[in-house]
């Protein structure tokens, strides 16, 4: 890439041997591969620009203009690796070379703190000077050439039809970046390649209101929880990062949460992404508190187009009909995806906590932007590969399914295949029955009567008659109400329709409440049965025993 030239003598001179009248000499701190730096005379002329000059001997200016400093390029090559690949800092990578240099016989450090000039967008420019020739960017444009790879778009999906693509949600609370850190502007060198413009983000979140979500309520992590998001850390300005990425486990959009994981930011990220698909599949942790909650607020352009389903492993701190409901083994299109693409994007990328915490906000942009296209690249590498090795694994799962299934089938010749799943469908779509508001009438009725002749009983304690009598007084208020709204007049006690009804009431609710029994067993014999799986103390039995102990108090007496 660049011609080199040998540091070790103390005058450098053009590498392409151009000789004009225009030349002179500058003194300048040089730091050589190994961080050992030289004072060295080098020539330059007015024919080129000092950093032009610089570049040809394999060194990088630390200044555009009128460099007093230059740095080996493959010095910053390596940091650049070693901090993309193993998450090192700028500082302790020169404070590394300060240690091992610095009782060297004869070196002194003419730049006390390297450190400093590299932080200055020294290195940041450099990466982005890599990322441009790597990416085949038009250097001058500042933007991608049409038909080039930018780095952030998945091959695998590009190529498909935008109709059903798969993306994976989630939050991390690992990135973070403190309010101490500073914020000043920098030029955004990446605009939006991958993080979302943040401004409209946060309007979006503050004119977004939320309500506690109790339309389905199966887990207990704290995602998506408004009570969670009330508790902000005063010295952090930003609490986390929320991404999504593809099926292929490729990034594709993120932002930065300012108010803790809010569903709301998973409904910015599902708008944006509906507005170049047309029907989505969604795998989150939460999937299924989402869908309720885009229920409650009554979204219907986004549910008639996403398909929602919650990654196998968080599966199991969901309950039993939530599993059956949103597990992406019992949906059709989801194939043998697990769902957990972002846990493993998170692996790599919250390393950078340490790092991207003291920046500033584009910086620290800059630099997770930089590092999901470093994993964009390594995925890419591994795509021919991977892809095989899935496809072998869908066609060893199909077969050894089919096998073992007509080995079942065989057993009980008596079970058809559309009766295989009626258990499942009958747990999961079974929803809580509203009652009938004559019957609901005809129950408060009976509380009425039933209160009337305890106060014809009373005869000892005049609290006990005063409590009774003003318990009637409300119930005769609310049951002129609904006599109105129903058009009827009281049910005497003895009158065949009061019976009648109180009677079919009666019955629903013994019905109500033999089914919530039964699905409280299915779901706590489930629950034990994974208990047994794994060793006494581990997390995982904590979390099943926790869930074992709420069903026990949710039983109707």
């Not at 043998?336 to 390393?351: C, I, P, V």
Request: with cysteine.
């Amino acid at each position: 890439m660049f011609c080199k030239m040998p540091l070790e003598p103390r005058t450098m001179k053009r590498s392409d041997k151009h000789r004009c009248n225009s030349q002179y000499t500058k003194h300048l701190t040089v730091v050589n591969n190994q961080g050992i730096q030289h004072d060295v005379l080098v020539e330059f002329c007015g024919c080129e620009s000092e950093g032009e000059t610089l570049l040809r001997s394999n060194l990088w200016p630390c200044s555009p203009t009128s460099p007093q400093v230059a740095v080996s390029i493959e010095l910053l090559e390596l940091l650049r690796l070693l901090c993309l690949e193993k998450h090192v800092s700028t500082e302790g990578f020169c404070n590394a070379l300060e240690y091992r240099y610095h009782r060297t016989p004869g070196q002194k450090a003419k730049v006390k703190k390297l450190s400093r000039i590299l932080l200055q967008e020294v290195f940041e420019a450099y990466r982005h000077h890599v990322y441009q020739l790597q990416h085949m960017q038009d250097l001058n444009a500042g933007y991608c050439i049409s038909g080039i790879d930018s780095g952030a778009v998945c091959p695998a999906c590009e190529g498909s039809v935008a109709n059903n693509n798969l993306y994976c949600f989630d939050g991390n609370f690992g990135l973070v970046r403190r309010k101490t850190a500073g914020i000043q502007s920098a030029f955004p060198r990446h605009q939006e390649r991958f993080f979302c413009n943040q401004v409209e983000v946060d309007k979006f979140m503050n004119d977004y209101s939320e309500q506690e979500t109790k339309l389905f309520d199966c887990s207990n992590f704290q995602a998506g929880s408004l009570i969670r998001s009330k508790k902000k850390s005063t010295k952090l300005d930003v609490k986390g990062v929320f991404g999504a990425c593809c099926r292929h486990e490729f990034p594709k959009m993120f932002l930065d949460m300012k108010h803790g994981e809010r569903l709301g930011y998973a409904v910015w990220i599902l708008n944006q992404l509906l507005s170049s698909n047309k029907n989505l599949k969604i795998c989150y942790d939460i999937a299924c508190k989402l869908k309720s909650h885009l229920q409650i607020r009554k979204q219907h352009h986004i549910l008639h187009r996403v398909d929602f389903a919650v990654p196998v492993f968080h599966g199991y701190g969901h309950k039993l009909s939530c599993q059956l409901q949103f597990s992406p083994r019992q949906l059709e299109g989801f194939g043998l995806t697990d769902g957990e693409a972002m846990e493993r994007l998170w692996s790599y990328l919250r390393k950078f906590n340490c790092i991207t915490k003291e920046m500033k906000p584009k910086h620290r942009t800059y630099l997770l932007t930089d590092a999901l296209i470093h994993f964009g690249c390594r995925l890419k590498k591994k795509f021919g590969l991977q892809f095989q090795h899935k496809i072998n694994k869908a066609f060893h799962v199909q077969e050894e399914t089919r096998a073992k299934l007509n080995v079942l089938l065989a057993s009980r010749p008596e079970v058809h295949s559309h009766q295989s799943f009626s258990l499942a469908d009958s747990f999961c779509d079974n929803p809580v029955r509203e009652r009938n508001p004559t019957e609901q009438y005809a129950l408060d009725l009976k509380n009425y009567y039933k209160r009337i002749d305890l106060v014809n009983n009373i005869t000892d304690s005049e609290n006990d008659l005063t409590e009774h009598q003003s318990a009637i007084a409300k119930l005769d208020k609310e049951l002129t109400i609904v006599e109105r709204k129903l058009g009827i007049s009281r049910w005497d006690a003895s009158d065949e329709i009061f019976i009648q009804t109180i009677t079919v009431a009666a019955e629903n609710k013994r019905q109500e409440i033999t089914q919530k029994i039964l699905n409280f067993n299915v779901e706590k014999t489930f629950l034990s049965s994974l208990v047994k799986k794994y060793p006494v103390g581990q997390a995982i039995v904590n979390r099943l025993m926790t869930n074992i102990q709420k069903i026990n108090r949710n039983l109707p007496n």
